[in-house]
């Protein structure tokens, strides 16, 4: 099979792929690449689509990849898909996120003791999102569990590893960026700069999450 019937496998792959698609899957379906091929075809394919400007993109994400719509182009899929409705999340979920996102493995009293209010009920939201998920229980009374992120939160978020989270100061801005994908809200409301006694309630645990850090 030449490269280009092989690129056009893969293509193939990434569009019907609804999670990342790993170089280990690419393997199983053809057979004749080495993990270093099937990245370089893939890498390629990806150079293509960017010098061409075409409207799909090939980007690593979550340890595979996937093809994604430039943002630039998001006011005109917002045309045809006026009635789509994304579900976002509130701000008092992104800041546990955030919490457990820079501070995992965290327990649920950990994180309560951050932000001064219950979690019971965003915890379990962000579980049934699958944006986190138990990684285990503590070695200490009561031996309560511990959380952490998933791999859809890297596919989420657009990152690769945790080693790409930006700065805690920074994670408000990330999320904010995601929003401005969606297609729910053509001009998300800009994210208020905290001044003094105007800080938000939700945003008091995460800055005092970035002061720690």
């Excluded at 005109?76 to 976002?88: N, P």
Aim: net charge neutral.
């Amino acid at each position: 099979m030449s490269d280009n019937n092989t690129k056009a496998v893969i293509e193939a792959l990434l569009f019907i792929s609804e999670k990342p698609l790993t170089i280990e899957q690419v393997r199983n379906v053809l057979g004749h690449l080495d993990a270093e091929q099937a990245r370089l075809l893939i890498e390629e394919l990806s150079a293509g689509y960017q010098r061409d400007g075409r409207g799909l993109r090939v980007v690593e994400v979550a340890g595979g990849f996937r093809m994604i719509t430039p943002a630039e182009l998001s006011p005109f899929l917002r045309k045809l898909y006026k009635e789509k409705r994304v579900e976002r999340l509130s701000k008092p979920a992104l800041e546990t996120l955030a919490i457990i996102a820079y501070k995992q493995p965290i327990t649920r009293l950990e994180i309560e003791l951050i932000r001064n209010v219950n979690v019971d009920g965003i915890v379990s939201a962000l579980l049934e999102k699958e944006l986190i998920r138990v990684a285990g229980v503590r070695k200490a009374p009561g031996r309560p569990r511990v959380y952490g992120t998933t791999k859809y939160f890297l596919e989420y978020f657009g990152l690769k590893s945790l080693d790409d989270l930006p700065k805690m100061e920074d994670f408000s801005q990330m999320a904010k960026d995601k929003e401005a994908r969606l297609l729910n809200d053509p001009d998300p409301a800009p994210v208020p700069e905290a001044r003094g006694d105007n800080v938000p309630e939700e945003t008091d645990g995460l800055e005092r999450l970035a002061s720690k850090n």
